[in-house]
């Protein structure tokens, strides 16, 4: 079993940055691969970035947010700047045993509880 809590959300204003983490405990995989999603008021959960053996980023997020690990620490981050409103969602950190990266959430075992980013314009 593997527990992930993300940490690091909140209320900015557009032009802003934020960094999530991602605190993995029992179980790991630090070969595998870790990603986040978010999902909008009113909107279906969709994929942000993932990392593992490479690493992946939704065109909406390409350029703005970067997506680190430290397998010392079995945290990952997300790293977003230059914020935009459309960004505001509940973001959440997936944990996947595959190596290659995805972006399918069905191919995520492990999910956390989610934390709130919220961008006013």
């Known amino acids: 079993q593997v527990q992930l809590v993300e940490s690091g959300g909140g209320l900015v204003q557009a032009g802003d940055s934020l960094r999530l983490s991602c605190a993995a405990s029992g179980r790991t995989f630090s070969s595998g691969v870790m990603g986040w999603f978010r999902q909008a008021p009113g909107k279906e959960r969709e994929f942000a970035a993932a990392i593992g053996i490479g690493i992946y980023y939704a065109n909406s997020v390409k350029g703005r947010f970067t997506i680190s690990r430290d397998n010392a620490k079995n945290t990952v981050y997300l790293q977003m700047n230059n914020l935009k409103p459309e960004d505001t969602a509940v973001y959440y950190c997936?944990?996947?045993?595959?190596?290659?990266?995805?972006?399918?959430?069905?191919?995520?075992?492990?999910w956390g509880q989610g934390t709130q980013v919220t961008v006013s314009s």
């Open positions: 997936a944990a996947s045993a595959k190596s290659w990266v995805t972006r399918g959430s069905n191919d995520y075992d492990y």
